[in-house]
C-alpha cells in the first residue's frame, strides 16, 4: 500500500468521522434570502425603523440556518451554529448603539471643536452669541476627576487589600455590604449628600472640590470591586514563595500581589473614571457651574464639560446645540485619552 494510501486513510474524512456540511454559499445564500424578505416586509408593513430590521433579519437567517443545518448536517451540529449565531447576533446588537453614538456625535461634534472652541471661554457669550468655548469646563472637569482619584483610588486600593489579604468574619461582611449598597447607589443622591453635609451643614461654598467629593463617592465602589476581584486573581503560588523566602507579608503585597494585579486594577480605575466624566446630577448640587475660567477648585464655583453640555442642549438655540455636541466629543476624546495614558503607564510599570 502506498504511503499516500495510508494518509488518505488515516484522514477523518476518510474513515467517516467527519459528518456532511453545509455548502460555503449556502451562509451567504441564506444571509441574502433574510435580507430581501425583510425588505419585502418592509415594503408590504408600515415599518420604517432600522433596529427592527436588523432584528427581522437575524431572526429570518436564524431561522433558516438552522432547519439548513437540521436537514443536511444533523440536530447537533444544528443546535451548536444555532447557539454560535445567537452570540454573534447579541454582539452586533450591543456594537451597533454603541457605533451610532459615536458615529452620530463625531458628525455632529466635530464642526464646532476648534482651537478657538478649546482656548476659550464662555463668560459674557450669550445662548445667540456664535463665540465661546469649552476651556473653563475642561479645566473644572480635569481638575475635579484628578481631586476625585486621588482620594478613591488609595482609599479603595486599601479597602481591598484589606478583604482580599487580612479581612475575615463580620467586618468583612460588613464592609462587603455597604460596598455593594454603594454601587447601587445613585449619582444624585452623592450630590445630595455633599450638598446636605459640606454645604448646608458645614456652611463650605459649592467648590469644585465639593463636586470632587461627590465623585469620591461614586468611585469608590467600582475601584473596591475591580481591585479585590483582580487581587483574588493572584496565584496563591506567588504569595507562597515570597513568604518561604522570609518576606512579611506587606512587603509581599506590594512588591509581589499588587504589580501583578496592576493592569487588572488600572482598567478598573478607568472604568470608575469614564463613569464619573459623564455625571452631571451630583455637579448640578455641588458646583453650581461657571462661565468664567476659575483654575481654584477650592474657591467659588466651578464648571464642568457634562454641566456645559446640560446647560447647552436645553437652549432653544441651535448654535448652542452645537456646542454641546462639541463638548460631548471632547469628552468622549478626554476619557479616550485618560485611558490610553493609564495604560501605558501600567504596561511601563510590568515591564520593571
Not at 20 to 39: N, S
Not at 236 to 254: F, M, Q
Amino acid at each position: 500500500m502506498s504511503t499516500s494510501t495510508v494518509t488518505a486513510a488515516a484522514t477523518p474524512g476518510a474513515l467517516g468521522l467527519v459528518g456532511r456540511r453545509l455548502p460555503k454559499t449556502a451562509l451567504p445564500a441564506i444571509g441574502a434570502g433574510a435580507v430581501a424578505a425583510t425588505v419585502l416586509l418592509y415594503v408590504v408593513a408600515p415599518i420604517t425603523s432600522r433596529i427592527q430590521f436588523v432584528l427581522i433579519a437575524g431572526t429570518l437567517y436564524l431561522i433558516g440556518q438552522t432547519l439548513a443545518s437540521i436537514m443536511v448536517e444533523g440536530s447537533r451540529r444544528a443546535a451548536d451554529r444555532f447557539v454560535t449565531t445567537l452570540v454573534y447576533l447579541a454582539f452586533l446588537l450591543a456594537v451597533i448603539p454603541l457605533v451610532a453614538v459615536l458615529a452620530s456625535v463625531i458628525a455632529k461634534g466635530a464642526e464646532r471643536v476648534d482651537v478657538n472652541f478649546l482656548t476659550h471661554s464662555m463668560r459674557n457669550i450669550g445662548a445667540r452669541d456664535a463665540g465661546g468655548g469649552i476651556y473653563h469646563a475642561l479645566i473644572g472637569t480635569l481638575e475635579q476627576i484628578a481631586l476625585a482619584s486621588l482620594f478613591a483610588v488609595p482609599f479603595s486600593l486599601l479597602v481591598a487589600i484589606y478583604l482580599v489579604e487580612y479581612g475575615r468574619g463580620r467586618t468583612s461582611r460588613t464592609i462587603s455590604f455597604f460596598v455593594d449598597v454603594l454601587t447601587g447607589l445613585p449619582s444624585v443622591i452623592a450630590g445630595l449628600f455633599i450638598l446636605a453635609f459640606y454645604i448646608l451643614a458645614l456652611g463650605q461654598k459649592p467648590t469644585g472640590f465639593a463636586g470632587a467629593l461627590a465623585l469620591t463617592i461614586l468611585m469608590i465602589p467600582i475601584v473596591v470591586r475591580s481591585a479585590e476581584e483582580m487581587l483574588k486573581l493572584v496565584p496563591d503560588d506567588l504569595r507562597e514563595a515570597s513568604y518561604a523566602l522570609g518576606v512579611s507579608r506587606w512587603r509581599t503585597i506590594i512588591k509581589v500581589v499588587i504589580p501583578t494585579a496592576l493592569p487588572g486594577i488600572i482598567t478598573g480605575v478607568m472604568l470608575a473614571v469614564a463613569r464619573v466624566a459623564g455625571e452631571t446630577a451630583p455637579l448640578l448640587l455641588t458646583i453650581f457651574g461657571n462661565d468664567s475660567i476659575n483654575f481654584n477648585p477650592f474657591s467659588g464655583p466651578q464648571s464642568a464639560l457634562p454641566l456645559y453640555i446640560y446647560s447647552q442642549a436645553g437652549q432653544p438655540q441651535q448654535i448652542a446645540v452645537d456646542r454641546a455636541w462639541a463638548a460631548a466629543l471632547t469628552l468622549i476624546v478626554v476619557v479616550m485619552l485618560l485611558n490610553a495614558v493609564a495604560r501605558l503607564v501600567a504596561r511601563l510599570a510590568r515591564v520593571r
